[in-house]
């Protein structure tokens, strides 16, 4: 390679090292200065906007900088780099157009803010960029051309939707904004209400869109060995626990203002945070290893809790309804009874549950724990060294195993 050559190269390597930490201070800036204008607005913790959940989804673009510039290779850094970014827009543009078409006049920022709310999301979600996280995790790669076809699908879906969005006459309708003429809407274009069979029928598109890329990361799940396995339990687990929080704060959705707060939260907490700290612990295969402890930690507090739960609860009844027993005393007796069956309670489901989510650690332990009860009885040091070298050889499976013994 000539000097010209070699210049070019290294320009090209700092760049790439560069740019992600630019794009990632721009994001933070972009959320910093929408924080700035909610607080002096007064809706810090307004969540029922179009925009407002995207304040908190500061993850994605510190996710994205953090993996775009240490794995630069890998897409899925550049993805979610793109995402914050987008949130960012969305975060900002959001807080001004609230405050710009507040009063009588609206000025034309203000409503090409709220026409730049009325498609951005889709950039994102369904068949945006989250379904080209599923499509290439944990690689950065399709499972094949065929896939890879579903990513193109995707594109030409988003671009789609953004020209039908674009063009559509109708008034631009934003939750928390008043509804604005769309200044690039075309009269001859036929409108397209929600509600509209087109627009369900677009809708379904990208839904089916997403689950295909749902269907490639089981696929490539079943698939996987190794280093790859665990960085999809990774995704799986932050997915999985996110949805689960979902569905189980969903009643509480619909107990009012609060309630819908309450909820709001538990969806930036699942999909704004655990999801891409999954996907940037996956990606640098950072304490990889960990994921099968964390998994039977995680189920097996949740039974545990819910056990618990359970006991105070029936006690309660049982004081309350059954037995003459009122008021704080029953409560006392309820707390007493749940307290009490917590640490046996405890130990019995972990050891259930570590039976089948973390079955080599668990394998490992009680082979450890043979050992000790072994080395107590025994004092042939021929016969140790050899029990020894059988428990590491079952617990951690080295290709050769040595044991040297001292002759002092």
């Known amino acids: 390679m000539d000097a010209a050559g070699t210049l070019r190269s290294r320009w090209a390597a700092s760049a790439r090292s560069v740019i992600p930490w630019i794009a990632g201070a721009a994001s933070l800036a972009g959320f910093v200065t ?48 793109t995402v914050g970014l987008i949130l960012a827009a969305r975060a900002v543009t959001g807080e001004y157009a609230r405050h710009a078409l507040a009063g009588p006049s609206h000025p034309d920022a203000g409503v090409w803010a709220a026409w730049f709310l ?7 979600f369904p068949a ?21 076809a579903v990513g193109w699908a995707a594109a030409g879906f988003t671009a789609a939707y953004v020209v039908l969005t674009c063009l559509d006459p109708g008034a631009i309708q934003v939750a928390g904004l008043p509804d604005q003429p ?8 036929p409108h397209l209400s929600s509600s509209s069979p087109v627009s369900t029928g677009v809708w379904l598109a990208g839904l089916t ?33 996110s949805l689960i929080l979902l569905l189980a704060l969903q009643p509480v959705s ?53 056990l618990v739960a359970g006991v105070y609860l029936g006690c309660v009844a049982l004081l309350t309804r059954v037995l003459p027993v009122r008021g ?17 309670l405890r130990r019995r489901v972990q050891a259930a549950v570590d ?42 499976a080295p290709e050769h195993v040595g044991l040297w013994l001292s002759g002092d």
């Not at 009325?118 to 994102?124: A, G, I, K, P, R």
């Not at 819908?260 to 538990?266: E, G, I, K, T």
Request: hydrophobic share 55%.
């Open 118 to 124: 009325n498609w951005s999301l889709v950039l994102v």
């Open 209 to 241: 869109i997403l689950l295909l890329g749902v269907a490639s990361l089981v696929i490539r799940y079943r698939r996987s060995a190794g280093d790859e396995r665990l960085q999809l339990k990774w995704f799986v687990y932050a997915a999985v626990v």
């Open 182 to 189: 769309n200044p690039t809407g075309v009269r001859w274009w």
């Open 328 to 344: 704080n005393v029953g409560i006392a007796v309820a707390v007493l009874a749940a307290a009490a069956v917590f640490s046996p």
């Open 128 to 148: 945006g960029l989250l379904a080209f996280v599923l499509l290439l995790f944990p690689g950065g790669r399709p499972l094949s051309s065929r896939w890879a």
């Open 34 to 81: 929408a924080w700035v204008l909610a607080v002096a607005f007064h809706d810090t913790f307004d969540l029922a906007a179009d925009w407002g959940p995207d304040r908190f989804l500061i993850a994605y673009a510190v996710a994205g900088a953090l993996l775009a510039a240490r794995r630069p290779a890998n897409r899925i850094g550049w993805l979610l780099l």
């Open 254 to 306: 619909e107990a009012g203002t609060r309630g819908h707060m309450v909820y709001d939260l538990a969806v930036v907490a699942g999909f704004g945070l655990a999801l891409p700290a999954g996907i940037g612990i996956a990606v640098l295969k950072y304490r990889l290893y960990a994921i099968d402890r964390i998994i039977s930690r995680t189920v097996s507090y949740t039974l545990v809790t819910a």
């Open 355 to 396: 039976r089948r989510f973390d079955r080599a650690r668990y394998n490992a332990r009680r082979v450890v724990t043979q050992f000790s009860g072994q080395l107590r009885d025994q004092v042939d040091l021929d016969v140790l060294g050899t029990e020894l070298t059988t428990v590491v050889n079952q617990v951690l």
